[in-house]
């Protein structure tokens, strides 16, 4: 069966055909590293992961990019802020997010290009576009004639005057077109600057994705992915300027979109002050939990994040490393996922109906009983794990990860006083101390010896 994927360019669901089999090309928008990385952030980092993987499994070489944004104006004011250099900023949350990615078990991108080494390039693009007549420089900004390319606004679908709203763009006086954006603008010499044909400046953010394309990857990539909120004006404006520096030639085969990570209905999004950090989540859960929460819902439908989704997702994967760990004495059989659960990822990467075919493994695991059955259920449901970036642990491992995460000498500090509470017929106190055991995701169980036991909630 083809790969099926929606193309946000064509809204419709297409049979995916790269343009060289020999080398698959794509490229997503990565962060712009000045803080923390939210779940949503995340959200297109995992889902992308999960792409890359089952067009590793289908074609010899996948050429993936995923870049670094560290030249940003939100950079620079985070720097003055705390008053310490740009590159102490980018440094560090480029190093944050590569292990906060590499928790959620998301791999490594065949290249992560920064855009600050790619500044040349750039400017080698911005010539070339001024030189066709797509840019023109004023008043030491280079910007982007908008009425220049026909086919503007196709990616986005939006006319004329919801472009101008949606991207606020400043109605400056040196513009030929109110739509006109920015590809370089001049620096203060307390901003980060390059020298160019038009003097010391720095890139528009459009501008470093095209290069680093180009450079990378190529003049037409088979795919071109990020989150919803990057159509516009961000994609349209890197579909534009990389058309027009190629004469013509198509910028990217399938464009993709993931949906929003809400809370309570709305976006997260750290303006509206809603987030949770990676980095905060994997305090209080196993970075394969988040995955497979984030993949819980279908990529480009909106996910609604709750402590809860978590916790289910955690059973759920105590579920399946359990069934695992019953058959850990058995060698799996090498086979491919359940045709099934490949069908499902190769329509439009529906991932809720594989997690449903990982659940109807895992059933068939736990009922399986001749040793032949089981080795060979045990080899698709790891086979399954791979594509999705899960079960892969050792079930021993996953389970004492999660005994780590508690604290074990203050549990048996409370199963102690429980136990006070009970011998001096304190009741109401040994229910309550049960309680907030068990709030912790403990389970406790009094044997007739009178000792009591305690081990994770499943
Ligand atoms: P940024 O660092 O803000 O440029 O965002 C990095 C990536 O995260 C981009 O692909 C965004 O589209 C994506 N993103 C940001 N917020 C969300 C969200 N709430 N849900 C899903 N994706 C998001
Ligand atoms: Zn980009």
Known sequence: MSLILYNTLTRTKEAFTPADPARVTMYVCGPTVYNYAHIGNARPAVVFDVLFRLLQARYPKVVYARNYTDVDDKINAAAKEQNIAIEVITRKFMAVYQEDMAALGVLTPTVEPCAT??????????????????????????????????GYGQLSGRNRDDMIAGARVEVAPYKKDPADFVLWKPSTPDLPGWDSPWGRGRPGWHIECSAMIEKHLGETIDIHGGGHDLIFPHHENELAQGTCAHGGAPY????????????????????????????????????EALRWALLSAHYRQPLDWSDETVTQAKRT?????RALEAVASINAKATQAPAAMLEALDDDLNTPRAMAEIAASVKALNSASDAGEKARLKG????????????????ADWFADQTKAVDGAQIEALIADRNAARKARDFKEADRL?????????????????????RMAE
């Open 252 to 287: 990217a085969r399938v464009w993709m979109h993931n949906g929003f990570l809400t809370m309570s209905r709305e976006k997260m999004s750290k303006s509206l002050g809603n987030i949770k950090t990676v980095h905060e989540l994997l305090a209080d859960a196993p970075g």
């Open 317 to 321: 994967l105590d579920g399946a490393y």
């Open 434 to 454: 049960r309680t907030a055991i068990a709030a912790i995701g403990v389970v406790i169980e009094d044997r007739p010896d009178g000792t009591t036991k305690w």
């Open 117 to 150: 080494h790619h500044i040349a390039e750039m400017v080698a693009m911005i010539e070339a576009l001024v030189a066709k007549g797509h840019a023109y420089e004023a008043e030491g900004h280079v910007l982007f004639n908008v009425p220049s390319f026909e």
């Open 380 to 395: 698709e449901l790891l086979a399954a794990g791979a594509l999705l970036g899960v079960l892969q642990q050792n079930p």
